[in-house]
Nanobody
Framework: QVQLAESGGRLVQAGDSLRLSCAAS????????MGWFRQAPGKEREFVAG????????LYADSVKGRFTVSRDNAKKTVYLQMNSLKPDDTAVYYC??????????????????WGQGTQVTVSS
């Protein structure tokens, strides 16, 4: 199993952009579909975006479509989440997660086996 570490979260204002990174260690990232999830206080963890291990497919939650972009650099063993036009509703702890090797991209948290510790994103109005 790979170990994951998110970074890049901070306090920003509404309308700002932010890029989160998820660095992997302990193994290759290239065979894992990767997902980004978030959890706001008092709410359940929700799927935000994901990218397949083939890099040919990506999925987005309706709430972030057109504003967020997920990408990956397998050589650097890093996955990114570019977040534009941020809103206060985007405030949450953001987690990256790795699915099973050669597994299908999924929006379900149960499909992911390795999780990072999370990074806080706070969007002020």
């Amino acid at each position: 199993q790979v170990q994951l570490a998110e970074s890049g979260g901070r306090l920003v204002q509404a309308g700002d952009s932010l890029r989160l990174s998820c660095a992997a260690s302990g193994g290759t990232l290239s065979t894992y579909s990767m997902g980004w999830f978030r959890q706001a206080p008092g709410k359940e963890r929700e799927f935000v975006a994901g990218i397949s291990w083939t890099i040919t497919s990506s999925l987005y939650a309706d709430s972030v479509k057109g504003r967020f972009t997920v990408s990956r650099d397998n050589a650097k063993k890093t996955v990114y989440l570019q977040m534009n036009s941020l809103k206060p509703d985007d405030t949450a702890v953001y987690y990256c997660a790795a699915g099973s090797s050669f597994g299908q991209l999924s929006t379900s948290a149960s499909a992911y086996r390795s999780w990072g510790q999370g990074t806080q994103v706070t969007v002020s109005s």
